[in-house]
C-alpha cells in the first residue's frame, strides 16, 4: 500500500467508511458486556483477601494485553468492533502490525499502571483483618480513608483521556481518535474495507513503476 493517509471519501462507495461515534461506542459496550463475567470473578477474587490482589493483577494485566493488542493485530478489533462490522487498519489502509495495536492500547495500559501502583500503595497501608471484616462497598470507603487519592487519578486521568477522546474523534473527517493518531491508524466499516483497497491499490502500483 501506499503510506499517505487515506481519502475522506471515495468513488464508488456511497456514505462514511469510517466508524463514528455511535457505532464504537456500540462496539465498546458490547465488549464491556462480554467481560463482565470475567469482571465480576476478578471483584469476587480480590475479596478473599487483601493479598489476592497481587496474584491476581498480572494474569488480569497479560488478559487485557490479549484482548486490546493481539485481537487487533490479529483479527483487526476487539470482538466488540468485530460484531458491530467495523475494523482498525492502517492509516494508508494496510493491516494494523505490533507496533500500531501496542501504540493504540499504550495510553490506556499506562494509566492501568497507576491504577495499580496506587491500589498496592493504598492496601499495604491497611491490616488484612480490618480489610477482611468489612464488605465490598465499605473496603472501598476503608481505601479511601487511608489514601485519600485513592481513585481520584486513575479516574481524573481517565476523564480526561476519555474526554479528550471523543472531542477529537467528533472533530475531524476520519472520525480518528487521540489512539488512532498515535499509532497512525483509521477506524473503518468493514463492508467498504474490500473496495477501499481497490481504490487505493492502483495508486500505489503507479507510485511503485515509477
Not at 494485566?61 to 487487533?72: A, G, P
Not at 488484612?128 to 476503608?142: E, P, Q, S, V, W
Not at 480526561?160 to 471523543?166: G, K, Q, R
Request: proline share 3%; with cysteine; net charge positive.
Amino acid at each position: 500500500m501506499n503510506k499517505e493517509l487515506l481519502p475522506t471519501t471515495f468513488p464508488g462507495i456511497n456514505g462514511d467508511v469510517y466508524a463514528g461515534f455511535w457505532i464504537r461506542t456500540a462496539a465498546k459496550l458490547l465488549d464491556f458486556m462480554m467481560l463482565l463475567p470475567l469482571t465480576g470473578l476478578i471483584i469476587y477474587l480480590d475479596g478473599l483477601s487483601k493479598f489476592a490482589y497481587f496474584f491476581i493483577f498480572i494474569p488480569n494485566m497479560i488478559f487485557s494485553i490479549w484482548f486490546e493488542v493481539f485481537l487487533v493485530k490479529k483479527y483487526g478489533g476487539t470482538p466488540g468492533k468485530l460484531i458491530m462490522g467495523i475494523k482498525i487498519i492502517r492509516k494508508d489502509g494496510d493491516d494494523v502490525n505490533w507496533h500500531d495495536a501496542t501504540m493504540r492500547y499504550l495510553v490506556i495500559f499506562c494509566i492501568s499502571i497507576l491504577g495499580i501502583i496506587v491500589m498496592i500503595w493504598t492496601l499495604n497501608l491497611i491490616d488484612n483483618d480490618t480489610y477482611m471484616r468489612l464488605g465490598f462497598f465499605k473496603r472501598a470507603g476503608l481505601m479511601k480513608q487511608f489514601n485519600p487519592t485513592y481513585n481520584n487519578i486513575e479516574l481524573w486521568i481517565s476523564g480526561i483521556w476519555t474526554l479528550s477522546v471523543i472531542i477529537v474523534l467528533l472533530s475531524n473527517k476520519r472520525k480518528r481518535t487521540v489512539h488512532d493518531f498515535i499509532a497512525g491508524t483509521v477506524v473503518v466499516k468493514s463492508i467498504s474495507l474490500e473496495k477501499i483497497r481497490e481504490i487505493i491499490q492502483p495508486v500505489t502500483t503507479g507510485a511503485t513503476e515509477a
